[in-house]
């Protein structure tokens, strides 16, 4: 049963953003740069860090009287060039056109190279988790610089959110609210 909690990945390469803009796969992750459609079909582990994650952002924006307006599978684009789903996204405060925070749970690809595609979107804070950790970066004038405490919900550092997701996994997402209270 293995299978089931890995991810998949499918590369299609010279495509267009026509060919992109008409896929409709609801339970897919896809993006879009420079002609190559990737497609995610996430597994298991993959939804859980996801889910992880969401709660501990619903946990410390409860704890903070943050008010949060999640876009998640919202496809994100820079029309012509650049489409992108995050994992996780969320505004904070009040609903914008973009969200102020993106998260990518890479298991079995993407990288670093994910923050390329949310550069031509400018998203303000993009979380990446990889090799059982996460990392923060926030874009700026010469692209994204790395951080270990988080612009867009101050306080809350990598280090914290590594523990938590580490700390819980294979048992219920409701374990993260303990992290809080």
Known sequence: MEHKKSDRITT?????????????????????RNGVITILSPGRNHELIGDYIRAIIWAYCRQNNIALFPYNQTTLKEEGKEGKEPDVAYCFEIDKDKPDLAVEINLTSGSIDD?????????PEVWLWENNKIRFFVYGDSGYSELTISNALPN??????????NSCFGKSVLEVEKYFY
């Open 12 to 32: 299609i390469t010279n495509t267009t953003w026509a060919e992109y803009i008409s896929l409709d796969l609801p339970s897919k992750r896809v993006s879009f």
């Open 115 to 123: 923050l390329t595609k949310y550069q031509y979107l400018k998203i």
């Open 156 to 165: 809350l550092t990598c280090d914290r959110i590594t523990t938590i997701v």
